[in-house]
């Protein structure tokens, strides 16, 4: 009976302290605070009924008017499932003082019928893409180093 007194007791101690007021902290207090920044798994589904032959006419294009023929081109049937694990944030701070955002590359892409399955360019953006220039559709996996810093100018 004792230990569930004590254990109630600290519950409510730490509960306490997870509703104590916030303080918004100033540009020197932040820089006070450390950490690794975080991870983020991604794991992106997009008309994932293509990969069970279901009918589906998604596009996404763009039109162009010259000589007032208004032209699309159209990318048809965009989708598939796409995995992206390990994505990195992680604030940095550069010799002269100054901060960046470091996006640290996914260590493992997996990808299944992801992509484009039909371009075409035609005059009607929603006939029938009957002269399509091919498809692009990534399927495997692959690995990634690297990342890609980005600063306020």
Do not use: C
């Not at 997870?18 to 100033?26: E, M, Q, R, Y």
């Not at 996006?103 to 953006?125: C, H, K, S, W, Y």
């Amino acid at each position: 009976m004792l230990e569930r007194i004590l254990i109630a007791g600290a519950l409510s101690l730490a509960a306490s302290q997870v509703l104590a007021d916030k303080k918004p902290l100033n540009d020197d207090e932040m820089r006070e605070v450390s950490g690794h920044g975080i991870s983020i798994a991604v794991h992106l589904e997009l008309n994932s009924g293509l990969l069970t032959g279901q009918p589906i006419d998604s596009r996404i294009g763009a039109g162009f008017t010259v000589d007032g023929v208004t032209t699309y081109a159209i990318a048809q049937n965009f989708g598939g499932v796409l995995n992206l694990l390990s994505v990195t944030l992680d604030q940095e701070t550069m010799p002269d003082g100054s901060g960046y955002i470091s996006i640290g590359m996914p260590g493992l892409v997996q990808a299944n019928e992801f992509g484009v399955r039909a371009v075409g360019v035609q005059t009607d953006f929603n006939a029938p893409i009957t002269s399509s220039l091919g498809s692009l559709l990534l399927n495997g996996s692959a690995t990634m180093t690297g990342q890609l810093n980005v600063w306020a100018k």
